[in-house]
């Protein structure tokens, strides 16, 4: 087949939403996948619709844009127990994971997406997995990713190629990608509407977003509009 259709792992954050638009501009049918696990706050899993809702208004790709699923992964809670999931606080663990860390999370909703991409006539998954300059998650690291694809298409008996965008740059840089792919509109969509920040504020607007702005996704989130900021002026 063909690799023009594409199923995207899309939670609403900022990294999934460039790797949607991403996806728009390359493939010809898009789907996009998301997971409820017991997170603390559904903000993010809100904000979901409304920014497809408005990919889909920014240019000539919207007609591209197909199904969403929604997965509910429950069980993913009671094998987890972290900030994300649990009303703990957000610190680091004595292996230098955050505690937001959910083992081996990103395993997990690749071989969920890999299923129903099979069941969709989908070989490709777009995931916004980044080594560049997060937490050290081993389930974001290349490797894992790329061998991972290759255990699902020895699984599947049929290929299954992992796309991610985002591997090697850093947060700067997916700003960057962001107005490369859509321009400003797109960099506005992402300030207004994706979420990214870890207790789920969406009360405090700042220039690149709204959030806490004291969680390290938040700091993060900031640090590469920041940088960014400084990369263009
Ligand atoms: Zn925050």
Redo the contacts with the bound molecule.
């Keep these: 087949m063909a690799d023009t259709s594409a199923l995207v792992l899309f939670s609403g954050g900022q990294d999934s939403t460039v790797c949607l638009a991403w996806a728009l501009a390359r493939y010809e049918r898009i789907e996009t996948i998301g997971f409820k696990y017991g997170q603390r706050h559904s903000v993010e899993l809100g904000q979901r619709g409304i920014i497809r809702e408005k990919l889909a208004r920014l240019g000539e790709t919207a007609k591209r844009l197909g199904a969403d699923t929604v997965l509910d992964l429950p069980a993913l809670q009671s094998i987890s127990d972290t900030a994300l999931t649990r009303e703990t606080e957000i610190t680091f663990a004595a292996t230098g994971l955050p505690t937001t860390f959910v083992p081996g999370r990103n395993l997990l909703f690749l071989t969920y997406a890999a299923a129903l991409a099979y069941r969709r006539g989908i070989n490709t998954l777009v995931g916004g997995m980044c080594e560049t300059d997060f937490s050290g998650y081993p389930d974001c690291r290349n490797e894992t990713i790329q061998t991972l694809a290759q255990a699902i298409g020895l699984g599947l008996a049929s290929p299954m190629s992992i796309e991610t965008p985002l591997m090697f740059i850093d947060k700067a840089g997916t700003w960057a990608l962001a107005q490369t792919l859509g321009g400003d509109d797109l960099v506005q969509l992402i300030i207004e509407d994706t979420h990214t920040?870890?207790?789920g504020?969406r009360s405090n607007r700042h220039a690149w977003g709204y959030?806490?702005?004291?969680?390290p996704?938040?700091e993060l989130r900031a640090k590469g509009w920041t940088e960014w900021q400084r990369q263009t002026n």
């Design positions: 920040c870890y207790v504020d959030g806490c702005g004291i969680c996704a938040c």
